[in-house]
C-alpha cells in the first residue's frame, strides 16, 4: 500500500531547502516559511505540473491518495469503512469525506451487482421450472431439468475461484448471461428425448441415443462458438468474462451429455418399475 498526501511534498521541501537534511524531511514548523516555500515551488513549476491534484485552488483542503496492488472489492469496501469510521472518530465534522475513485466506485457496483443478481437468477430458475413443467406438462422432467441448468454455474464460479479467486463486475454477469444458454440446451434435448419416448415410442435408452442424435453436434456448435471469440481479447474484462462463460457453458454440455441422460434413464426405469 502506498499513501500520497500534500504533507509529503511540504517534507520534502523542507529537506531540500536545508542542504537535503534527513533530519529536516518533516512538515514546516511555521505556516509562513510553508507558504514561501509552497509558492516558491509553485513557481518553479512547469506549466501542467501544478498541484491542483493534490490541494484545492483556495488551498482550504487536500486530497489523500491511497494506491493498492490488485485486490478484491470486498477489501476496498472494508477500507473504505473503515477509513470513514476512522475520520469520524478522529477528525472535526467538517473534514469528513467519502472515499472516491474509480476502484471504489466499481467496488460497490459489483456488490449491488452481484446481489441483485443472485436474487435474480433464484426468481428466474423458479421461473423456469414452471414454464418447462408446463410445457413439457411433466413436474418430474420439469424438476429434472433444473440440475442441468444449475450445475453449470456453480461448477463454474468454484472453478475460477481455485483458479483465479476474483469476482469483478464483468464476472459477475456470467451467470445471468450463460445460464440463458444452458436452459436452451436443456431443453432442446429434452424436447427431443420426449419426442422419442411419446411420439415414436422408444425406450429411454434409445430415446437419449436419438437425442443425441439430433441435437447433440448442434447443441455444441451453437454453445461454444460464440463466446469461445472474447478469451482472445486483450481487455481484461471482456477476457475473464468470456472465460467463464466458455467454463460455465462446458460444464453446462458435460452436465447435458453425460449427468442428464443417465438420470432420465434412471427416473423412467423407476416409472416402469411402478
Sequence with gaps: MTVATFADTMKRLNQN???????MYKVPKSSNLAAQYLLLYEMSLPYGMDLNNRIDVDKASTRLTVILQRTSAKRLRD???DARAWMKSNLPEHMFSYGTGLSVVFAHISKRNIDTMLKGISLALILISLILIFALRSLKYGLISLIPNLFPAILAFGLWGYIDGQ????????????????????????????????????????AVRYSFHTVGVAIVVTS??????????????????????VIAILFALITDFFFLPPLLIAADKERAKD
Design 167 to 206: 469476482i469483478g463486475l464483468a464476472v459477475a454477469v456470467v451467470a445471468a448471461i450463460s445460464l440463458g444458454i444452458v436452459v436452451d440446451d436443456t431443453v432442446h434435448f429434452l424436447t427431443k428425448y420426449l419426442r422419442a419416448r411419446k411420439e415414436k415410442k422408444l425406450s429411454a435408452e434409445d
Design 224 to 245: 461454444m462458438a460464440g463466446f469461445a471469440v472474447l478469451t482472445l481479447s486483450g481487455f481484461y474484462v471482456n477476457y475473464s468474462m468470456g472465460v467463464l462463460t
Design 79 to 81: 477500507l473504505d469503512e
Design 17 to 23: 531547502m536545508n542542504q537535503n537534511d534527513p533530519a
